[in-house]
């Protein structure tokens, strides 16, 4: 039974990270390890591949250069042993070669796929070689060797559960495995990813697929808090939630885990636990099929959102209007997250703009349409059974001075949720920490 255990790019971020993690990695427990990039390294590859695009190879060979420098001043500090300095310079020098061969050449969206898949390749293999330096036997399993996406972009369980068994079987005696997150390959078996932010979304479905005890996404922060900790003075770590809650967070801006994150463990059963890399020993926060406590536990806040009010004569008594109007969103694929409605009007809200003008010309076929950017959506997470008084009526009173231009409640027994123009989400989180957890 191998624990899987995810680090992201902070934790491999410096020769002296990836140094450290020997202490959290390596003893009998038998484990998957899932890297990031070394933090900084998964934009840098995003820039230069803007810069292949709009063929400015001089820029591109600069931002080349700077990030290869960079890996090379890492290695002068990761390594003794005058074999794995070697390895690992031949190591950078071959993955730099590979992206510095793209300025000569055409450039595509799938070759931009592989050039970010090379910052996992790499941060992977130097913590290999540093385990192999400080002699601790470790198996570098590749993830485009398992890791799939269906034509959805949907991770290809069967198929993962089916190869990654198999890479691990090609190693009875070892317990300490290394894996890269984010990177996969596609269903026409193309380098592909996860998206941006990704990682956490492997450890997932590596947990899924092995069935194992437990994941652990280890971060820079002590678990999952109550409250967004740039925006309030005061926040508390949360012990346990449920993977109905974590998933309400994610989804609704809890920057510490991805929100697809939660799925493939929620699946089958799988906890996940978040740690925290500069204080090993705290409790962190665990993510499992429970029964949490009643109440409210957390709140998170999305920015970006748009807001749009769709309104129809003909929606009065009529059948019908909802469908056509949900029949356009998903026409573009885009996802809705919150709905309120009225007698003669409907508001949803998007946070995924990028076919707005072509929805709003269709909507306006049927209705009045108006829209409202800028908007944020504030989540109220916890156990909130319907038959229990009080809680709404706590949010708003918390929230009495903000204007809410939408309230969502019932949805499910997890989350109350409410739409306030951006500009006010610090005063409506400020005020909610107050309201709500008793912080002044
Ligand atoms: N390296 C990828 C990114 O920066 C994946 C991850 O960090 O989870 O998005
Ligand atoms: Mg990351």
Redesign the pocket.
């Given at each position: 039974m191998l624990l899987v255990l995810k680090f992201?790019?902070t934790s491999v971020g410096s020769a002296q990270r990836i140094k450290d993690l020997v202490k959290l990695t390596v003893n009998e427990i038998p484990k998957i390890v899932v890297l990031?990039?070394m933090?900084g390294?998964?934009?840098a590859l995003v820039e230069i591949c803007d810069s292949l695009y709009n063929r400015n190879i001089i820029d591109a060979t600069r931002q080349i250069n700077n990030l290869k420098q960079n890996y090379f001043s890492e290695i002068k500090l990761l390594y003794t042993n005058k074999q794995c300095i070697e390895k690992a310079n031949n190591l950078i020098e071959n993955h730099f070669a590979y992206i510095t061969a793209f300025t000569l050449d055409m450039f595509t969206a799938n070759e931009e796929k592989a050039i970010?898949a090379q910052?996992?390749l790499l941060s992977t293999a130097l913590f290999h070689y540093y385990l192999e330096e400080i002699k601790v036997d470790s198996v570098l399993l590749p993830a485009l060797n398992f890791m799939r996406i269906d034509e959805d972009d949907e991770p290809n369980l069967p198929y993962i559960e089916k190869y990654i068994a198999e890479e691990i079987n090609k190693h009875p005696n070892s317990n300490l495995f290394i894996t890269q997150?984010?990177i996969c390959r596609n269903a026409f078996g193309e380098i592909d990813?996860?998206?941006?932010?990704?990682?956490?979304?492997?450890a997932s479905i590596i947990g899924a697929a092995i069935r194992s005890p437990e994941v652990q996404i280890w971060t820079d922060i002590d678990g999952m808090h109550n409250n967004d900790p740039r925006m309030v003075s005061k926040t508390h770590p949360i012990d346990e939630l449920s993977f109905d809650e974590a998933a309400e967070l994610a989804y609704f801006g809890a920057k510490i885990l991805?929100p697809t994150c939660i799925l493939p463990a929620k699946k089958r059963n799988i906890p996940v636990r978040l740690k925290n890399t500069l204080h090993p020993e705290a409790k962190g926060t665990l993510i499992a099929n429970i029964n949490t406590k009643e109440g409210i536990k957390a709140v998170a806040a999305k920015d970006g959102i748009t807001a749009i009010n769709i309104k129809s004569d003909r929606m009065l008594l009529a059948h019908g209007f909802l469908r056509a109007v949900f029949e356009i969103f998903e026409r573009y694929k885009t996802p809705i997250d919150m709905i309120t409605t009225s007698e003669v009007a409907v508001s949803l809200t998007i946070d995924n703009s990028k076919n707005l003008k072509e929805i709003l010309v269709d909507l306006k076929e049927i209705s009045q349409v108006e829209i409202d950017e800028n908007q944020t959506i504030i989540c109220i997470v916890g156990q909130l059974p319907k038959d229990k008084p009080g809680y709404a009526n706590k949010v708003l009173e918390a929230l009495k001075d903000i204007p809410l231009r939408m309230v969502s409640y019932g949805g499910s027994a997890n989350n109350i949720s409410v739409l306030i123009n951006g500009n006010l989400k610090k005063d409506a989180l400020q005020a909610l920490n107050k309201g709500l957890f008793n912080y002044n």
């Open positions: 992201g790019g990031s990039a933090s390294t998964t934009n970010l910052g996992e997150g984010y990813n996860l998206k941006r932010g990704g990682s956490d979304y492997t991805h």
